[in-house]
């Protein structure tokens, strides 16, 4: 597999990166497996962040272990609660991990522009003391909407941007990637099979081919998974013309009503998280029980007090700039958490 360069780091890591959020939902012993195996065959990227329940523990079990043979991002999404919760957080990462220095680290889902201002005061400055004093190498920043990100990166603070990319997800292509690229920023594509809506993954995962794009970090939870993977970018073949036409018909739909997750819709007075409704309904509405759609109903459980306070105002539809019909989809993830 080739090899890309992140940014101005001048670091060097394999084209395919390791998503581990979906690493919860193995046992330990599982997860040490699908990381040797990552780990053996020239996987040496990995991602993970604070808000991943316990992945951070289980790549430590095997990294911790490891000489310095690998590069790692983590991300704490407390800054946008309180400085002192980003602290905490920041030094709990360090514990899960068992390591002493952090290639990455960085603020996890800055979406909004409000947001950006926050961590660009205390979380940053504390961000840069740790840099000094080399427990980080790099500051890092992710999110789901293309235009806060794109100010970020022109802030000229972070090494790294982390964001959506998908035959779906094609607004970095507006402006977000060719600044991030002129100005040095190394770029890592979450979601890129669209949060495992698309179903021809193959394809998926070469559109990246015919990009600027640093390292892709697909979610991966079985060895099986990782392998295909791999095979793809070790392959690395272009998609042809057909290919290309099969790939966006297969997501016409899928397009219309898809959530990027930019969070415009929110804060919803009654509390309900919005893109995470989103997220759940497009992975399990419709579809036919198995391990995946059980465990990620599991996760939507603690929300069916808040999706019952629903009023259905609107307010979402008006400022999504998709017009997704939210209230519609509430109502159908309650039904399927109900049954």
Not at 5 to 18: D, E, N, Q
Not at 249 to 274: A, D, N, Q, W
Request: with cysteine.
């Amino acid at each position: 597999m080739r090899n890309v360069i992140l940014g101005k780091t001048g670091i060097k890591v394999k084209a395919m990166g390791f998503g581990a959020m979906y690493l919860p939902r193995v046992s330990e012993q599982e997860s040490d497996v699908i990381i040797e195996r990552a780990l053996e065959i020239g996987i040496n990227y990995f991602d993970t962040a604070s808000a991943y329940q316990d992945s951070e523990e289980k790549l430590g079990r095997v990294l911790s272990r490891r000489d310095n043979d690998f590069v790692i991002t983590s991300r704490s999404i407390a800054c946008k609660t309180s400085f002192d919760a980003f602290k905490k957080e920041f030094e709990q990462s360090f514990d899960r991990l068992g390591i002493k220095t952090i290639d990455f680290y960085g603020f996890h889902a800055v979406n909004m522009k409000r947001e950006l201002e926050t961590v660009m005061g205390d979380p940053l400055n504390f961000l840069k003391e740790q840099k000094g004093k080399g427990r980080i190498r790099h500051i890092a920043i992710t999110g789901h909407n293309h235009v806060t990100m794109t100010e970020a990166i022109k802030t000229g603070e972070f090494e790294m941007a982390m964001f959506p990319f998908n035959v779906i997800e094609r607004e970095p292509l507006d402006s977000l990637l060719d600044t991030a690229n002129s100005l040095g920023v190394a770029t890592s594509i979450m979601k890129p099979l669209a949060g495992g809506v698309i179903e021809s993954k193959a394809l998926s995962l070469r559109f990246f081919f015919d990009y600027p794009v640093g390292v892709v970090t697909p979610g991966m939870a079985s060895v099986k998974e990782l392998e295909d993977n791999f095979n793809v970018f070790e392959k690395m073949q272009h998609l042809s013309q057909a290919e290309v036409r099969k790939l966006q018909e297969e997501v016409s739909v899928l397009g219309k009503e898809f959530c990027r997750r930019c969070s415009y819709c929110m804060p919803c007075e009654k509390g309900i998280m919005i893109p995470f409704v989103h997220m759940i309904h497009m992975k399990c509405y419709g579809k036919p029980m198995d391990d995946d759609v059980a465990y990620t109903l599991g996760l939507a459980e603690r929300m069916i007090s808040a999706l019952e306070n629903c009023s259905e105002c609107g307010k979402c539809v008006e400022k999504c700039p998709y017009n997704i019909p939210t209230p519609e989809r509430v109502k159908e993830l309650l039904d399927i958490l109900k049954k």
